[in-house]
C-alpha cells in the first residue's frame, strides 16, 4: 500500500494533496498495492480525500485539531507500520518538511526530499529532486522499502477527483512527548491573498516594477482585481522590496497557475523554472527581446508603469 498524507485547511484539501494522489498512483503501479490515504485532525477531509483514493484512515483528536510535527509524526508512523505502507508520501510544504524527516527516523526508513520526480526499478523507489541552490538535479535512489518521500508542490499534476472510497477512522495513541511543542497565538495574515502554490491567478513582479512602492501601488492592486497570488522575482526579493515566500523560481516556489502574468521580469532560466508549468503566459516587458517573451502565450511591449493602470481599470469594467 501507499500511503498519503493529506495537507488540509478549514476541512478542504490543498491541491498538492491532489498532487500527491498521481505521484502515488505512480508508485503503486511500479510497486503494487493500493493507494490509501490519512487525514489527520479534521473529519471532513478525511472524507474529501475519499473521493480520490479508494481507502481513507482518519484519525482525529483535540491534540490534532492543530498542526505539530510531534503528534504528526506519531500518528503517521503508526499508521504506516500497521497498515504496512511501503511509501509514505507527504507534501513537502513547511509543514511537511518538518515532519517527514522524524517520521523516517521513527520508522528507521529511507527519506527521499523535496523530489520533484519518481519511477520505480524493480523494489526501488527512485526520485530526482533540485541540489547545490538548485544548480544541479540529482537522482536518488531509495535502497529499501519502506520509504518516506515528500513531494514539492506544483511539480505533480493534481489528480482528478472519481472515486468512491471508504473511511475508515483509527485511534493512534499520543503520549507526553506528542505535546512538548505547543502552538500559541496565532496573528492573522496580513491581507487575505490566496497563497501563492494554491492561486489560479499569479501575478508576479520583477526588477522593472521599479521599487517596494511599485508592488504596493500597480501589482496588488493588479493581484485584488483578478483575485491572484502575487510572486516575484530573486531580484526583487534580494532588493528587499518583498518576502523570500513570494519568490518564484528555482530556489523560490514552484507554481502551476492557469494564468501567469509577468510584470517588469526579464525571463532568466532559474525563474522560469519555477513557473514554466503555468497554462497561460502574459509578459508585459519595456524590452522586445527579453527571454520572457520566448514562453509568453500573450505581450505587452511597454512600459509597465503605464500599461498596468489602464488595465485595472479595464478589468474593473469587466468584472462589473
Ligand atoms: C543559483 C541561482 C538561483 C536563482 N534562483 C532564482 C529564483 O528562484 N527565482 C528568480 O526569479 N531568479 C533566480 N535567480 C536569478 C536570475 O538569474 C535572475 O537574475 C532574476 O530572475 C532576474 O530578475 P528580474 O527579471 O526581476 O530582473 P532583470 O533580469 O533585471 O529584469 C528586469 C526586466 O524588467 C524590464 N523592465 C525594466 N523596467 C521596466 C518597465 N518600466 N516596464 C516594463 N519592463 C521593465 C527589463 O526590460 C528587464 O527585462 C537565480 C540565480 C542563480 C545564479
Do not use: C
Not at 493529506?6 to 505512480?26: F, I, M, P, Q, Y
Not at 517596494?212 to 483575485?227: R, Y
Amino acid at each position: 500500500m501507499i500511503l498519503i498524507v493529506a495537507d488540509h485547511k478549514d476541512g478542504a484539501l490543498r491541491k498538492s494533496t491532489l498532487e500527491l494522489v498521481n505521484a502515488a498512483r505512480a508508485l503503486a503501479e511500479g510497486l503494487g498495492g493500493e493507494v490509501a490515504g490519512l487525514a489527520i485532525g479534521d473529519s471532513r477531509a478525511a472524507d474529501a480525500l475519499a473521493k480520490l483514493v479508494p481507502r481513507v484512515y482518519s484519525v482525529t483528536g483535540e491534540e490534532l485539531a492543530e498542526f505539530r510535527a510531534e503528534s504528526y509524526t506519531t500518528v503517521v508512523s503508526h499508521v504506516a507500520k500497521e497498515k504496512g505502507a511501503k511509501a509514505i508520501l507527504i507534501s513537502a510544504s513547511r509543514a511537511g518538511l518538518s515532519y517527514s524527516p522524524r517520521v523516517a527516523l521513527r520508522l528507521g526508513v529511507p527519506l527521499l526530499e523535496d523530489v520533484i520526480y519518481l519511477e520505480v526499478e524493480g523494489e526501488h523507489v527512485i526520485a530526482k529532486r533540485y541540489s547545490y541552490l538548485s544548480r544541479v538535479t540529482e537522482t536518488v535512489r531509495a535502497e529499501s522499502l519502506p520509504v518516506v518521500v515528500s513531494v514539492k508542490p506544483n511539480t505533480f499534476p493534481a489528480a482528478p477527483a472519481g472515486e468512491s472510497g471508504q473511511v475508515e477512522t483509527l485511534a493512534v495513541p499520543l503520549g507526553e512527548r506528542d505535546s512538548r511543542v505547543k502552538v500559541g497565538e496565532k496573528s492573522k495574515a496580513i491581507i487575505g491573498r490566496v497563497a501563492l502554490e494554491e492561486a489560479a491567478v499569479v501575478v508576479a513582479g520583477g526588477r522593472g516594477v521599479g521599487s517596494a512602492e511599485g508592488f504596493t501601488e500597480l501589482l496588488e492592486p493588479l493581484a485584488d482585481v483578478l483575485g491572484a497570488g502575487i510572486g516575484a522575482t530573486r531580484a526583487v526579493v534580494d532588493a528587499g522590496w518583498r518576502p523570500h515566500a513570494e519568490q518564484i523560481g528555482q530556489t523560490g516556489k514552484t507554481i502551476a497557475p492557469n494564468l501567469y502574468l509577468g510584470l517588469g521580469v526579464s525571463g532568466a532560466v532559474q525563474h522560469l523554472s519555477g513557473m514554466n508549468r503555468a497554462k497561460v503566459v502574459v509578459a508585459i516587458n519595456k524590452d522586445a527581446d527579453a527571454p520572457i517573451f520566448k514562453v509568453a502565450d500573450y505581450g505587452i511591449v511597454g512600459d509597465l508603469h503605464a500599461v498596468v493602470p489602464p488595465l485595472i481599470e479595464a478589468l474593473k469594467t469587466v468584472k462589473e
